[in-house]
Structure formats: structure tokens, C-alpha cells
């Protein structure tokens, strides 16, 4: 079993930055691929980012290349989110992923368990 929590969402104005970070329990937290995912008011859940287990290889929706970036530290059981020259239409709750397939799997929302989210907004 692993418990995923998400920190770090919070009110940002246009054109500034935030990092969210994922903290998971459990010693293995190396076998898992993860994944970024939101869900903004009245949408369907939406990919953002994911990593492989070691995090040499990285996959991005097309939509937010150059602007957020995933990373891990499997020594310290977490991933984290940058995202930078943020806009109100990445206003949404971000969730956190964890599966023990691929990054297809991950991109897919083919995972194995999942954060309760951290809402992050975005002011004009």
C-alpha cells in the first residue's frame, strides 16, 4: 500500500510559479512510475507530467512543455511539480500518481493509487 499527499497548491497570480511536491509512504517509492495529473471545475481529469522510476525519462501533455517541469527524489519518497509562467487556465485541483506499470500506464490514468489533490489557482 502506498499513501500519496500532495502539498504546495496554494493562490498565484498570473505569470508566477509554484512547486508542488508529492510525498509518499512506504520504502518503495522507487518502483513506481508517477504521474501529474488536474482536474479543473467542470472538466474530466487531465494528464500533465510523468517519470519513470529513476526519472530519466520524463513525458509531457504537448499543451505544457517548457512550462512545468516533474522530478523526483526516491531517496527523500517524493515528486515534485514546477510550474512556471502559470495562467488562469491551469486553475485546477493537481493529483498526484503512482503505478507500477509504464509511463503509458501512467499516462493513461492506469495507476495504482492516487493523492487526494491540492488545489492550485490562478488569478488574472
Known amino acids: 500500500q502506498v499513501q500519496l499527499v500532495e502539498s504546495g497548491g496554494g493562490l498565484v497570480q498570473a505569470g508566477g510559479s509554484l512547486r508542488l511536491s508529492c510525498a509518499a509512504s512506504g520504502r518503495t517509492f522507487s518502483r513506481y512510475a508517477m504521474g501529474w495529473f488536474r482536474q479543473a471545475p467542470g472538466k474530466e481529469r487531465e494528464f500533465v507530467a510523468a517519470?519513470?522510476?529513476?526519472?530519466?525519462?520524463?513525458y509531457y501533455a504537448d499543451s505544457l512543455k517548457g512550462r512545468f517541469t516533474i522530478s523526483r527524489d526516491n531517496a527523500k519518497n517524493t515528486v515534485y511539480l514546477q510550474m512556471n509562467s502559470l495562467k488562469p487556465e491551469d486553475t485546477a485541483v493537481y493529483y498526484c500518481?503512482?503505478?507500477?506499470?509504464?509511463?503509458?500506464?501512467?499516462?493513461?490514468?492506469?495507476?495504482?493509487?492516487w493523492g487526494q489533490g491540492t488545489q492550485v489557482t490562478v488569478s488574472s
Open positions: 517519470i519513470t522510476r529513476n526519472g530519466g525519462s520524463t
Open positions: 500518481a503512482a503505478s507500477s506499470g509504464s509511463l503509458v500506464s501512467v499516462t493513461a490514468g492506469h495507476n495504482d493509487y
